[in-house]
């Protein structure tokens, strides 16, 4: 419970806070009051940290008087809200993002400026919170920016963890993780709330017992808790004065440690309760390959939710509010099947704490959560098993039996006999192991259930969960995912951003599908020529950031192909490595000259789970083909390889708005949709791609004339699959595939050892799960499409304004639309 005792009287204590003036002075006048009261040191005497955390209280303290506001505005209001659950946020750099959405970017360069200071230099000072993996992470943070712009009142619920995704680095080509420390300098963007922490409780049993009312009720005893400790960050609308909040739970014991065991000298003891409670919120994904891995990743996953609807519940609605009601003010979406727990959660809460009956509490709990699913990958689909699930959480599994139970009473009813068929709906599955299958209760408990882009939302209801959409045809929709254009294009690319709002004006930052107004600027030779300069800017803004950053050059000139994603076979990076491989061989074995090459240069930015060694070994030979292609003098100048260390969201800024062509090269049916596609389409890079996820969309609306489509398409794949593929005889039959791997094979990228990459080279020729080596012959027949078309650069350069100017649909703004129409049913607050 917030708020003072009585009903405040003085006039003061309900007048929104002031903030500080829009004005150069007022900026400098703040700034160095901060750098004074807040650091401790004057300017003279500041370091570029002190300078960097005093430039960030400046622009939170004018954003919050809005963020104040905005909760009062929201409270009053009593309105729905999104509840947005995610185990990850990959929210990038926060200072650069509130710069634009208060406006402040030209009067901080202003002021610094006059205090002899550079805003660059402050905002480089910052670090990352790298609080996810990849795009489901960066997903999350783009719709928290856009419900803000779009002023939907939203709390966005996950972990703040205290090392997010490891900092990569290279070792003789091999990626080693280092812990990301991105706390170590503090961070101005948190707002910690000790007082507010919510328990968590673990382990323990349960027991039946008789009510005051003669019901036969159940409780929960468990065995140990930890303490969530809530911490804010500002979520701020762009220009409109809306901030909503984003908010993290760290784990803290509820027990700091045993003063009896200290003093009686055992020190590590005395305080093993805390380091084992802290570990809850230590890293982002622990590394899971061992039991006590995954029963960490778990035990992650309900203290959040557990924290989360605690919170909601106990703090952001009013006193006495009837949760029977629970559905007119909150949706959470389930972003994954990890937050999927809190659907048993909200039951024991309803029916343990709050006395409801089951099937009202059942009412309730449906009609407050909706799934997203990301992937089609069944390892991807997370089973929890059952033995690990009632150790940990005994009542949650109970109840997850009972739905279970009801459910399948339910799948019995509509198909009377089809014993298989409730089988295989059970959310419990029997193989390897009993477990409950999240995907499953999500889908049974969700209002809807979506998939990320047109032709995923379609095989999830066809092939992953088929039984389902049948029983339930009217529960699954599609939303296509999308990207925030403020932080994507107008921050990112802020001479191209100039050019579009000097041109169309400025109302397609909030209003992506404007940029359509483009289109007839596609031809004007004028025009073309002001966008290639950008694109040259973008380059050598590239270049420096990288030679300083890694100590790589890039060559002018260069067609710059980028492949920026998670390291994952399906998405396979290797197919672009042996394009890579297949044009040195070409060029070494004289079957090409050198001259003939497209000056390329190929950018790889990607990161492997610490446990997935097939994605560590192709890490390993990119670099080494890297190394080799790059100091073979025969190939200087025409084609070069890097791959920058550490790709985050801080470098994807840069790298994106570079590019010329982007790698989107799935095996079509793997990817649910991508979200880097979009971004660099939008930046006015061509896609070379497969017919999959969102390239389809893409595609459509840019015109085949303007993406480079290859590959085998999902029905073709599908038909592939079931007469079994056998990978080796594309091997036997294409030269040119069977140069390239041979020259793998023969050791020339590990100075003659013919071992190294053998797991990889083997993988490829016996197994190829992702048909790598099927689509190899179509791929590199698109990419001389690529160059043919990069040599007449007016042709190119129009394809690449159509990009820009035809993908409008991909604002996140679109996608929150679309959620709001077909999943959430809540208001704007305008
Ligand atoms: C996952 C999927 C992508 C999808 C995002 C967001 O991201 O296809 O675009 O979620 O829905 F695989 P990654 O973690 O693979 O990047």
Same mark, same amino acid.
């Given at each position: 419970t917030y708020g003072p005792?009585?009903?405040?009287t003085h006039p003061l204590a309900t007048a929104p806070v002031s903030s500080p003036a829009h004005s150069v002075d007022g900026f400098v006048r703040e700034f160095l009051h901060e750098l004074n009261t807040n650091q401790g040191v004057t300017l003279s005497l500041s370091s570029v940290n002190d300078q960097y955390l005093a430039l960030a209280s400046t622009v939170k303290n004018y954003l919050m008087a809005r963020w104040l506001e905005t909760n009062r505005k929201t409270r009053d209001a009593k309105v729905k809200a999104v509840g947005y659950l995610s185990a990850e946020y990959l929210l990038g750099r926060q200072?650069?993002?509130?710069?634009?959405?208060?406006?402040?970017?030209?009067?901080?360069h202003k002021g610094l400026e006059l205090c002899g200071l550079d805003l660059a230099t402050l905002r480089s000072q910052e670090v990352e919170p790298g609080l996810g993996n990849g795009g489901l992470g960066r997903l999350a943070a783009c719709f928290i920016d856009s419900l803000a712009t779009m002023d939907v009142p939203c709390i966005g619920y996950g972990i703040r963890y205290e090392y997010g995704i490891f900092r990569q680095t290279f070792v003789d080509g091999r990626q080693v993780e280092q812990p990301d420390t991105w706390l170590s300098l503090g961070s101005p963007w948190e707002f910690p709330h000790p007082e507010a922490s919510v328990q968590v409780d673990f382990g323990g049993h349960t027991e039946k017992y008789t009510d005051d009312d003669g019901r036969e009720r159940t409780r929960w005893v468990p065995a140990w808790n930890v303490l969530g400790v809530?911490?804010?960050?500002?979520?701020?609308?762009?220009l409109n004065g809306r901030v909503n909040t984003l908010r993290l739970w760290s784990a803290q014991a509820t027990k700091a440690f045993d003063l009896g065991i200290f003093n009686a000298g055992d020190y590590a003891q005395a305080v093993r309760a805390q380091t084992f409670a802290e570990n809850i919120s230590k890293v982002l994904y622990p590394e899971d390959s061992t039991p006590q891995g995954k029963e960490l990743r778990l035990q992650q996953q309900y203290f959040f939710v557990a924290c989360s609807l605690r919170d909601f519940i106990n703090n952001e609605l009013e006193e006495g509010f009837d949760l029977h009601n629970l559905s007119d003010r909150i949706i959470f979406q389930l972003n994954d099947t990890h937050p999927v727990i809190a659907v048993p959660e909200l039951m024991r809460i309803l029916v343990d704490e709050q006395g409801f009956e089951w099937d009202e509490a059942?009412?309730?709990t449906k009609s407050c959560f909706a799934y997203t699913c990301h992937t089609l990958l069944p390892e991807a689909l997370e089973v929890w098993s059952t033995e690990l699930l009632g150790r940990l959480l005994p009542r949650h599994l109970e109840i997850i039996f009972q739905i279970n139970d009801e459910f399948l009473a339910e799948v019995r009813a509509t198909y009377p006999g089809d014993e298989i068929r409730a089988r295989r709906m059970s959310m419990i599955a029997e193989h390897p192991e009993r477990g409950v299958r999240m995907a499953y209760l999500a889908t049974v408990a969700g209002t809807k259930v979506n998939g990320v882009a047109a032709l995923h939302s379609q095989l999830l209801r066809d092939k992953v969960l088929p039984d389902f959409s049948q029983l339930w045809p009217e529960k699954f929709t599609n939303v296509t995912n999308g990207v925030t254009p403020r932080r994507f294009v107008k921050m990112a690319n802020p001479h191209l951003s100039d050019l579009i709002s000097d041109t169309i004006g400025n109302g397609w930052v909030t209003d992506l599908e404007r940029l359509r107004e483009l289109e007839p600027y596609a031809d004007d030779p004028e025009f073309q020529d002001k966008f290639r300069e950008i694109k040259a800017w973008n380059k050598r803004r590239l270049t420096s950031l990288l030679e300083?950053?890694?100590g790589i050059v890039l060559p002018d000139g260069h067609l710059l192909d980028v492949m920026v994603k998670r390291l994952h076979e399906y998405k396979r990076q290797s197919l672009k490595l042996l394009h890579i491989i297949s044009l040195y061989e070409q060029v070494v074995s004289g079957k090409i000259a050198a001259s003939d090459l497209t000056p390329r240069t190929v950018v790889f930015g990607a990161k492997a789970a610490p446990g997935y060694k097939m994605a560590k070994d192709t890490i390993h030979l990119i670099n080494k083909v890297a190394e080799k292609v790059n100091n073979d003098p025969v190939l200087e100048g025409r084609l070069k390889v890097a791959f920058p260390a550490n790709y985050n969201v801080t470098l994807a800024e840069k790298l994106i708005p570079a590019a010329d062509l982007s790698e989107q090269i799935s095996l079509a049916g793997m990817e649910a949709s991508g979200t880097g596609n979009m971004?660099? @389409? /939008?930046?006015?890079?061509?896609?070379i791609g497969t017919d999959d996820g969102a390239n389809v969309e893409i595609r459509e609306l840019v015109g085949d004339k303007h993406f480079f489509l290859f590959g085998m398409d999902e029905p073709a794949v599908a038909e592939l699959g079931a007469k079994g593929y056998n990978p080796i005889t594309y091997y036997e039959s294409q030269p040119q595939?069977?140069? @390239? /791997?041979?020259?793998?094979?023969?050791?020339?990228f590990s100075d003659g050892d013919q071992d190294m990459f053998g797991s990889v080279v083997h993988n490829l020729l016996h197994q190829d799960r992702f048909m790598a080596l099927a689509d190899f012959e179509s791929y590199v027949a698109a990419q001389a499409k690529v160059e043919e078309k990069y040599a007449d650069q007016a042709a190119w350069t129009r394809s690449s304004i159509l990009n820009v100017a035809r993908t409008g649909f991909f604002s996140s703004d679109r996608s929150m639309r679309d959620y709001i129409q077909r999943i959430w049913h809540t208001q704007p607050m305008i």
């Open positions: 005792a009585s009903t405040p200072l650069g993002n509130a710069l634009l959405a208060t406006d402040l970017g030209e009067i901080a809530p911490y804010n960050y500002m979520v701020p609308g762009y059942w009412e309730v300083a950053r890694d971004k660099f @389409a /939008l930046n006015g890079a061509l896609t595939l069977r140069a @390239a /791997l041979d020259m793998v094979m023969n050791g020339a």
